[in-house]
């Protein structure tokens, strides 16, 4: 029965990488219902549960990811404990749901737990580190928080900078949350430069006529009027304007 059980997981984690998510919900289900045979309090269920809170993350179905996501953290709580990676892990799901959700207060309660636990046992510049400080900038962010929320994702922009190269889409995503801060910040020329490079990311890793490249440049357009550059501005908004109307066919 726990070889059936790691069959599955191993074709869930599988389905989930290569973006098939329907599969990968399927193959979860069936490996939860095996786990549930070890016990409701055994990390089997737990570590499906979490993965399966990922999936319905990715498919918005985020009434269910955040109940599988609390599911697989409570049992994480008790097996291995509270100060284990399992269950550090467990609150980054449930707090990305949480963001996704637009609940943000309680999704930085649980990243600020989780935090400490990352950097004591992964260290301070892991993947899973460099995510939670991305996680927790960005939801200081939508709190309006902005002199909260420069500390981190500057420390996130570096962090993917090291990891991913200035080129990498998680850089490029930082960037974009780094300038929305400094521009709320009035660090204008910080605001602009970073806009500039994730407009050129967004542009190469999501292609021309993605949304997020009209978000990126409307946002720095607004920034450009700001600063008395109205032709680049204007440049800016006819671009985004273009990307939308093509995006509306």
């Not at 055994?42 to 609390?70: F, I, M, P, Q």
């Amino acid at each position: 029965m726990d070889e059936n059980w790691r069959i599955l997981s191993g074709q869930a984690l599988h389905q989930a990488s290569v973006k098939d998510y329907a599969n990968a919900e399927t193959t979860y289900k069936k490996a939860i219902r095996e786990a549930e045979v070890f016990g409701k309090g055994d990390v089997r269920l737990a570590s499906s549960l979490n993965g399966l809170a990922s999936v319905l993350k990715a498919e918005k179905k985020w009434t269910e990811a955040e109940d599988a996501a609390r599911r697989a953290m409570n049992i994480y709580s008790e097996n291995p404990g509270f100060e284990s990676l399992e269950y550090a892990e467990s609150q980054s799901t449930l707090a990305g749901v949480l963001m996704d959700e637009g609940k943000y207060q309680p999704a930085l309660q649980n990243i600020q737990s989780m935090l400490p636990s990352l950097e004591r046992k992964l260290g301070p510049d892991s993947t899973n580190t460099a995510d939670a400080i991305c996680m927790q900038g960005d939801v200081y962010r939508l709190l309006k928080q902005y002199a909260n929320a420069e500390a981190p994702l500057r420390r996130c922009a570096e962090l993917r900078s090291d990891d991913r190269g200035v080129a990498s889409p998680e850089f490029g995503e930082a960037a974009n949350s780094l300038a929305l801060v400094c521009q709320h910040l009035g660090k204008y020329s910080d605001a602009d430069r970073y806009f500039t490079y994730a407009a050129k990311i967004r542009e190469q890793s999501l292609g021309i006529q993605s949304r997020e490249l009209a978000e990126t440049l409307e946002a720095h357009a607004v920034l450009l009027h700001q600063l008395g550059r109205n032709a680049e501005a204007k440049q800016k908004e006819r671009m985004a304007a273009a990307i939308r109307a093509h995006a509306g066919k």
